[in-house]
């Protein structure tokens, strides 16, 4: 077994833990950024380089109307650059807007924090603040409808996106969660909507987590959760991936 994959691994385990302490409370994983939907912001299609991810705008966004917005967290040794590219389809259909970050190390901070220390709650890093930070760079370029704004993940992007999600629910009213291996509970700010969808021959990240451990910790918190299967393994088929966006944006 690869080094990433033993750590993929280790980390159900550890993961599996802390979903199940509903009443857990961790500190930190705030985000400040806010989408402007000021009428001057006057968005320029295309791909374009933060500091620290992508931006893609697609040419289908009528001008003047405030698009849906989504925030790609990537998996373990991927990039932004990966998730633009995954889900670039979709955004040209539907007329959304992507914004996909880095993480700073070769993955999220928040997975490494529990891989360092199994005993202790894990807490967030650096990449919250870079996440941050990038939002709102985006946010000063784009008309993002907060209403319509979402955070997803693949792998380790989805273990961030829920814990992200989880405690953000005022700027990201609904979680993607695809192939999640875990999350950093935290059940202190008002519920909001989690899609899941995981491979069920899924080797890497097996689907008892998400589906035994992770669902129901966030259905009993008063979460709105869906859970979707399909016969796959540690992948983000198409089909899938559309049956996600019709949950979150309708038909």
């Known amino acids: 077994m690869s080094p990433l994959r033993s750590l993929l691994a280790a980390f159900v385990i550890v993961a599996a833990t802390y979903a199940d302490a509903p009443a857990a409370k961790q500190t930190g994983g705030l985000l400040s950024a806010r989408p402007a939907v000021a009428a001057d912001v006057q968005p320029v299609a295309g791909r374009h380089r933060l500091r620290a991810g992508i931006l893609y705008v697609p040419e289908t966004i009528p001008p003047g109307t405030a698009a849906p917005f989504l925030l790609l967290l990537h998996g373990a040794g991927g990039r932004g650059d990966d998730m633009i590219r995954r889900f670039k389809a979709q955004a040209d259909a539907r007329g959304i807007i992507l914004l996909a970050p880095d993480s700073a190390e070769r993955t999220w901070d928040v997975v490494l924090a529990i891989m360092a220390n199994r005993h202790a709650s894990p807490s967030f890093g650096r990449d919250v603040r870079r ?12 008309r993002a409808d907060p209403q319509r704004a979402a955070v997803a993940g693949f792998s380790d992007g989805a273990t961030m996106a829920l814990s992200l999600g989880s405690r953000n629910t005022a700027l990201f009213p609904a979680t993607l969660a695809f192939s999640a291996g875990g999350m950093v509970p935290d059940w202190s700010g008002p519920p909001g909507r989690v899609f ?53 944006l309708g038909r």
């Not at 990038?134 to 000063?140: D, H, K, P, R, S």
């Not at 899941?196 to 709105?224: E, Y």
């Not at 959760?225 to 983000?236: A, K, N, R, S």
């Open 131 to 142: 996440i941050d930070a990038v939002l709102t760079e985006a946010f000063a370029r784009v």
């Open 196 to 248: 899941f969808a995981h491979g069920k021959k899924d080797s890497v990240l097996p689907i008892a987590t998400a589906r035994d451990w992770l669902a129901p910790s966030l259905s009993a918190t008063g979460f709105d959760v869906t859970f979707d299967t399909f016969d796959g393994g540690h992948e983000l088929p198409e089909a899938v991936l559309e049956q996600a966006m019709v949950w979150w």
